[in-house]
């Protein structure tokens, strides 16, 4: 699939983009296959032959991580997190407990079942600017959950503070499940809808939005107050 000429998405169980610059490629999110076969492919095929020397992970949940040493160790790349994020994937300190019984089942389920601990190069905060990739924290999911606004594009990496669903006709709210503090993920996913007009959402999970407007409005219409 091509939505730009500059970046190719990879879908999966979790999504990654793949941006093209001038002398390089920037991985967002390495998915949830340890081989990573779909993403190194999209390396070969797409980069045309310029190194992939950047991945930048939008949080520490196994489906956005699993990939990442594999990819890391074969392209030499750099490893960047929000500074919020790092130790979670170091396995310096484990996910703290998140709101609700089940919540708090599932965030145990996936720190058993993600990746060994892997190093982090480079931390960052949030307003950086990446490669043109502008860092925006978006607190909840997870502690350290970033989202990315392209500023070559427009497009707006959101991770897994906004999700869109199968059709990508649709921005759903953030899932109780799946966030370790959900009242905040709520603040989080509004204030990226508030505070951004992309040109197109690119999500972790769910198809790309390619006309964003409207979803968002919707989504400030139903969810806002
Ligand atoms: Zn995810
Ligand atoms: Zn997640």
Redesign the pocket.
Known sequence: MRIFETIHPIMGVGNSYLILRESECVLIDTGYSRGAKKIIDAVKSFASGKPLATIIVT?A?L??IRGLETLSILFGAEVIVHKDEGDFIMKLEKFPRAQGFLPNIVTKLTELMSPPPYPIDRVVTNGEVIHGLKIIHVPG??PGSIALLDSVTGVLFSG?AITTNKKGSKILPPHRL?CIDIEEARKSALQLINDTQPSAILP?HGKPILDPEKHMLAYKTKFGG
């Open positions: 949080h949940h489906d956005h999911h997870t897994d799946f972790g």
